[in-house]
Nanobody
């Protein structure tokens, strides 16, 4: 079982920035693909950004050029730097860890951190 603990959420004004961080408990963090997802009220959870075990990144179109995902394998953390935030970015943000084992898929979620963009 992998524990994921997010931090860094909060209230920010439109145009502002926030940095989310997620700490993982696993000793084989480097083998996991890591991602950030978000869920706004009344909407389905959606992909924000993912970073593979070898550092390849993918972003949702809505955040390209504004958000940056990064990982630190030594610290077992993944971060999401969010710039130029707008009210549509308001959601609960979840950290995710995935990897494929020999016989099963491993898929873990954090508890989520609230991001509110409002003036």
């Amino acid at each position: 079982q992998v524990q994921l603990v997010e931090s860094g959420g909060g209230l920010v004004q439109p145009g502002g920035s926030l940095r989310l961080s997620c700490a993982a408990s696993t000793t084989i963090f480097r083998l996991y693909g890591m991602g950030w997802y978000r869920q706004a009220p009344g909407k389905q959870r959606e992909l924000v950004a993912i970073i593979s075990s070898d550092g390849m990144t993918t972003y949702a179109d809505s955040v390209k050029g504004r958000f940056t995902i990064s990982r630190d394998n030594a610290k077992k953390t993944v971060a999401l730097q969010m710039n130029s935030l707008n009210p549509e970015d308001t959601a609960v943000y979840y950290c995710n860890a995935k990897r494929s084992g020999l016989r099963m898929e491993y898929d873990y979620w954090g508890q989520g951190t609230q991001v509110t963009v409002s003036s």
